[in-house]
């Protein structure tokens, strides 16, 4: 989904506002040469005059109309004008503002927006029909110039957002694949734990328990099991990983969430830390290791992005759908700061990539009371109890 698109669905009366407005502009101009030129109609003028209200209209976003096809028909319109006016009895002054000033737009959308075969076919054709708009005239003169600068200087920009744009698709494809990897590395250590304790206790049966000879050919399956089960898993993790580049350490839980709200109560705005009684009990190892990332990036991004923020809500239960984490603060600019910085930052997204892989969800938005609030979900099968 391109900004526009996404920008759009989140704001339709805005976006169709926006519509409104470049179509008016655009037919303004069109209307403007077509009334300044009207002292002098000719076949030439009428052309123009109708080629700037198609081309125009392509400019305009359409919801049942890709931009590839409003752009491919702008050109087809504009060259056909272009080749009738210059073919034929050149006329002495044709204008075309409006058109060129069109395919401008065009232009620019088609290269930030379009994929990379669609933006290097239409992209040269929407440059050659802007330079060839001006040209129509017997003596283009000083519009030919402002055309040609405009066209470098839209293009060059529009370039420069593409290269932004593909820039930061790059850099959360690798946050995606960073927290994918740290949470295989969590995985690894949790079950790891787990599986290592059924291979210890299987040899001390098996040596302490002997009741006959198929219990201790059995304790032989289970031990030989759980040591295949540990070493496949430690080589895809192994895998996964980059060599030598993360050492084991303990995964995080609900215990450390406590010690992070009470280390930033210390130097930010109280928190108010809410943990059902009893979740130490049955939350898997991985949900808390998950929730205590999302606390630990939410309470980052309060100090950064909501310094006038006077009390922070911290809140962990357990929902039919697993565990529920809510986090909202009370501050004034939360929402727009939140809003600049997902922009340039990539938390959120590797925490939502995180939730995802997980089978749960993560949300950011503006607290309806006020202030900025982050909500997870983390599926759990409670019917299975988990034991550390």
């Not at 081309?55 to 359409?62: D, G, K, N, R, W």
Request: net charge neutral.
């Amino acid at each position: 989904m391109s900004r526009w698109t996404g920008w759009a669905v989140r704001h339709p009366h805005r976006a169709a506002a926006a519509k409104a407005v470049l179509a008016a502009a655009l037919l303004f101009l069109v209307a403007f040469e077509g009334i300044a030129l009207a002292t002098q109609p000719s076949r030439p003028h009428a052309v123009v005059l109708a080629t700037g209200v198609l081309v125009c209209l392509c400019a305009v976003p359409y919801a049942w109309l890709p931009l590839p096809a409003r752009a491919a028909a702008a050109v087809a319109v504009s060259w056909t004008a272009s080749g009738v006016l210059m073919t034929g009895q050149h006329p002495t002054v044709v204008w075309g503002m409006g058109e060129d000033i069109a395919l401008l737009v065009l232009l620019s959308a088609v290269l930030t927006r379009s994929p990379d075969r669609t933006a290097a076919l239409l992209g040269p054709a929407l440059a050659v029909a802007i330079v060839a708009v001006p040209l129509r005239d017997l003596n283009p003169g000083w519009f030919t110039a402002l055309f040609c600068v405009l066209l470098v200087v839209v293009g060059t920009y529009s370039l420069l957002l593409r290269g932004h744009a593909t820039q930061r698709l790059r850099d959360m494809a690798a946050v995606r694949s960073a927290e994918r990897l740290e949470l295989a590395r969590e995985l690894h250590d949790l079950v790891a734990h787990h599986i290592t304790g059924i291979a210890v206790q299987a040899q001390a049966a098996r040596f302490t328990a002997l009741s006959g000879p198929d219990a201790a050919a059995t304790f032989q399956r289970i031990e030989t099991s759980a040591s295949e089960a540990l070493g496949a898993m430690r080589r895809l993790v192994r895998i996964l990983r980059e060599s030598g580049e993360a050492e084991t350490e303990p995964v995080a839980g609900l215990p450390e969430v406590r010690a992070l709200t009470e280390e930033f109560a210390r130097t930010g705005p109280p928190v108010a830390l809410y943990i059902e009684k009893g979740m130490e009990t049955w939350i898997p190892g991985e949900v808390a290791a998950g929730v205590h990332r999302v606390v630990r990036e939410s309470l980052t991004n309060i100090r950064k992005h909501a310094a006038d923020a006077t009390a922070v809500r911290i809140g962990v239960r357990g929902v039919p759908a697993g565990v529920e984490l809510r986090i909202a603060d009370d501050g004034k600019h939360a929402a727009l700061l939140a809003e600049n910085a997902r922009g340039g930052g990539f938390g959120l997204v590797g925490l939502a990539e995180r939730a995802k892989a997980m089978g749960g969800r993560l949300t950011a938005g503006p607290a309806p009371e006020g202030g900025w609030q982050v909500t997870a979900l983390f599926p759990v099968d409670r019917g299975t109890p988990t034991d550390d």
